[in-house]
């Protein structure tokens, strides 16, 4: 069964930065493109960030120069540093295959607030 356990939320100010991880089991992790995808309140699921299986990334034009999406193969982990936080990025942020695979279930986020 494959879990995905996302960590390192947390509340931080404005301006700040914080490092999001990403463990993955169950599933053939090294072929997979892998993202980053974050829940706003209020709004729906968006994606943010794709790193692929050659490690090339991509962002929502939005974050792109705050967000930094990169992944470990051995140990199975996607990691994605954000700085230069706004309140606009106050989200539960998680991580899952890119695209979303209907198989593979949602973890249950990472909790990321900013505010002063």
């Known amino acids: 069964q494959v879990q995905l356990v996302e960590s390192g939320g947390g509340v931080v100010q404005p301006g700040g930065s914080l490092i999001l991880s990403c463990s993955v089991s169950?599933?053939?992790?090294?072929?997979?493109?892998w993202g980053w995808y974050r829940q706003r309140p209020g709004l729906q699921r968006e994606w943010v960030a794709r790193?692929?299986?050659?490690?090339?990334?991509y962002y929502l034009g939005s974050v792109s120069g705050r967000f930094s999406i990169s992944r470990n193969n051995l140990e199975k982990m996607v990691y994605l540093r954000i700085k230069v936080l706004k309140t606009d990025d106050t989200a539960i942020y998680f991580c899952n295959t890119y695209p979303p695979l209907d198989s593979v279930d949602w973890g249950q986020g990472a909790r990321v607030t900013v505010s002063s």
């Open positions: 790193i692929s299986r050659n490690h090339a990334a």
């Open positions: 169950g599933i053939n992790f090294v072929d997979n493109d």
